[in-house]
Nanobody
Framework: QVQLVESGGGLVQAGGSLRLSCTAS????????LGWFRQAPGKEREFVGA????????NIADSGKVRFTVTRDNAANTVYLRMNNLKPEDTAVYSC???????????????????WGQGTQVTVSS
């Protein structure tokens, strides 16, 4: 059974930082691209960032450029989303997702993710 579990969310003040983690089980981690998405109340889910199966390439949405970084630790079956200089508009439920991949380019396809975690709440106060 494939399972993705996010952690690391919480309440932070504007300008603060958080590192979200997503640990996977039930899959061969190194054969999957991993992505992060977020959904704020009243808004559609949006793409945040992704990392290729090899970890050599990342795709970060414009909203997170400079401030956000996606990394992965295959030995720990974990993908991370480091968020710096958080803003109130970053408030959302952040979810990780996985899709099978054997290249460094699938991260630029945003709608083929098959497995999803339940999400972790990030709240940024002003």
């Amino acid at each position: 059974q494939v399972q993705l579990v996010e952690s690391g969310g919480g309440l932070v003040q504007a300008g603060g930082s958080l590192r979200l983690s997503c640990t996977a089980s039930g899959l061969t981690f190194s054969t999957y691209a991993l992505g992060w998405f977020r959904q704020a109340p009243g808004k559609e889910r949006e793409f945040v960032g992704a990392i290729s199966w090899s970890g050599r390439e990342t795709n970060i949405a414009d909203s997170g450029k400079v401030r956000f970084t996606v990394t992965r630790d295959n030995a720990a079956n974990t993908v991370y989303l480091r968020m710096n200089n958080l803003k109130p508009e970053d408030t959302a439920v952040y979810s990780c997702a996985a899709r099978s991949s054997d290249n460094d380019y699938d991260i630029f396809r945003l709608f083929d993710y098959k497995y999803w975690g339940q999400g972790t709440q990030v709240t940024v106060s002003s």
